[in-house]
Every structure is written in C-alpha cells, then in structure tokens.
C-alpha cells in the first residue's frame, strides 16, 4: 500500500505522472482529478499529455434492431411492398 499525494492517506494508489513528476494518486483523488479536468486545458502538441482514465463506457444491450432515423420510412425485411 502506498500513500496517495493528494489526500494522505494509505492506499491502493496508481502512479501518475503529471507535467514530469510523478505522483501516488488513489483512484478515489484520480477520479476528482479526471472530473476537474475535464473540458478544460489545451491540446499540447509537443509533449506528452497527460493521460485521464477512459469514460465509462456504457454497452447497449445487444440483440436490439436498428430503429430507422427519423424522417426515413422505417424498412421492412423479407416482404413484398404492397401494390
Ligand atoms: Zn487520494
């Protein structure tokens, strides 16, 4: 265990390194980090950025049909137009 530069206390901590030190930050500080971070700052292009925890990506259910867009007329499968 080790403890975490932000909030002291001993933890299960990841490595971080931000604008070139490194630091002990438990998941708990990281994701208040991410969350303060987030929308701000600027793209850097000459040097490393620092690399925020992936969003939750949230699965849809699978099996679900496509729906058609709206305002194109939904496609029917396997039948004929009707005459
Ligand atoms: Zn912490």
New binding site residues.
Partial sequence: MIV?D??G?V?ACLQKEIDGKEYD??S??WKALAEKLSGKGRVKKNREAVLLPPPLVVKEPEGEEPKPRPGEPPKIWGTAPPN
Wanted: with cysteine.
């Fill in positions: 975490c932000f909030c206390e933890r930050v438990c708990n500080c």
